[in-house]
């Protein structure tokens, strides 16, 4: 075979494989990879800092970009060929993915990672962008309102306060008065009374300790028998 057929295949190959692929379409390709790179990784620093995984969320994040264009280089070869979309998906039927997925929202960042390269790959960057921006700004507004509501469970503390008093002089409506006078919230769940003694349990809430050791004190002085339990229910951990 002489240099002028070696030539003459050379000039037919890139011409076969470059028909519908000139400057433009190679400009929008770069242009594409780098939204998709950089979409990839925004989703990364938003996924360390306001996932909810125990996990090491650094380790996984890195991931995000070689898969984001991974799947962005799969769709732009196989779109335009019908034989090579029926061979990726015979592909796929054979390799398994053994990934350590321990919780739901890894792999809900892992599908958001994979439909950022289909919408590059298929030239939806538009599309894309929108749909990231939303998801994101959606996910910071949840987080930042999980966190408030978290902080203001926390400031009120809410628990079951179970009274033990043997004194007949210690009336049931006199203690109502005075954890009441230290309490947000007061609501009498049960009575036990036998022989002079009773039980009462209640459901309270305060903003500081300091109410409760007012309250405490105040109870003691009522009668030094008294029995006091206190149990936080405010789920705070």
Same mark, same amino acid.
């Given at each position: 075979?002489?240099i002028?057929?070696?030539k003459q295949a050379?000039?037919?190959?890139?011409?076969?494989h /470059?028909v519908?692929f000139g %400057?433009?379409?190679?400009f929008?390709?770069?242009?594409? &990879?780098?939204?998709c790179?950089?979409?990839? *990784? =925004?989703?990364g620093?938003v996924?360390?800092?306001? +996932?909810?995984?125990?996990?090491?969320r650094k380790a996984?994040?890195?991931?995000f970009l070689v %898969?984001?264009?991974?799947?962005m280089? !799969?769709i732009?070869?196989?779109k335009s060929? &019908?034989a090579?979309?029926? @061979? =990726?998906v015979?592909?796929l039927?054979?390799?398994?993915?053994?990934?350590? !997925?321990?919780e739901?929202?890894?792999? $809900? *960042?892992?599908?958001?990672?994979?439909?950022? +390269? =289909? +919408?590059c790959?298929?030239?939806q960057?538009?599309i894309?962008?929108?749909?990231?921006?939303s998801i994101?700004?959606?996910?910071?507004l949840?987080? $930042?309102?999980?966190?408030?509501?978290?902080?203001?469970?926390?400031?009120s503390?809410?628990?079951?306060? %179970?009274?033990?008093c043997?004194?007949?002089?210690?009336?049931?409506?006199?203690?109502?008065? !005075? !954890?009441?006078a230290?309490?947000?919230?007061?609501?009498?769940?049960?009575?036990d009374?036998a022989? @002079?003694?009773f039980e009462?349990s209640? *459901?309270i809430?305060?903003?500081?300790?300091?109410?409760f050791e007012k309250?405490r004190?105040?109870?003691?002085?009522l009668?030094?028998?008294?029995?006091?339990?206190?149990?936080d /229910?405010?789920?705070?951990?």
């Amino acid at each position: 075979m002489n240099i002028d057929k070696i030539k003459q295949a050379l000039q037919f190959f890139v011409s076969d494989h /470059t028909v519908n692929f000139g %400057l433009w379409e190679i400009f929008n390709f770069l242009v594409a &990879l780098f939204i998709c790179a950089l979409l990839s *990784y =925004l989703l990364g620093r938003v996924y360390v800092k306001y +996932g909810n995984s125990l996990s090491n969320r650094k380790a996984f994040a890195k991931n995000f970009l070689v %898969l984001a264009t991974t799947t962005m280089f !799969i769709i732009m070869v196989v779109k335009s060929s &019908l034989a090579l979309s029926l @061979g =990726l998906v015979g592909a796929l039927s054979i390799v398994r993915f053994r990934s350590a !997925i321990k919780e739901p929202e890894e792999l $809900t *960042y892992l599908f958001l990672n994979i439909a950022i +390269g =289909l +919408g590059c790959g298929a030239n939806q960057v538009v599309i894309t962008l929108l749909s990231f921006v939303s998801i994101v700004l959606f996910i910071i507004l949840s987080k $930042t309102y999980s966190i408030r509501m978290k902080e203001k469970v926390t400031a009120s503390m809410s628990s079951y306060l %179970l009274i033990v008093c043997e004194n007949k002089q210690a009336d049931l409506s006199r203690i109502i008065d !005075i !954890i009441s006078a230290n309490s947000n919230t007061v609501k009498l769940k049960r009575t036990d009374e036998a022989k @002079g003694r009773f039980e009462a349990s209640f *459901y309270i809430d305060f903003d500081e300790w300091i109410h409760f050791e007012k309250m405490r004190e105040e109870l003691n002085k009522l009668d030094e028998n008294i029995k006091i339990t206190f149990m936080d /229910t405010s789920k705070d951990y």
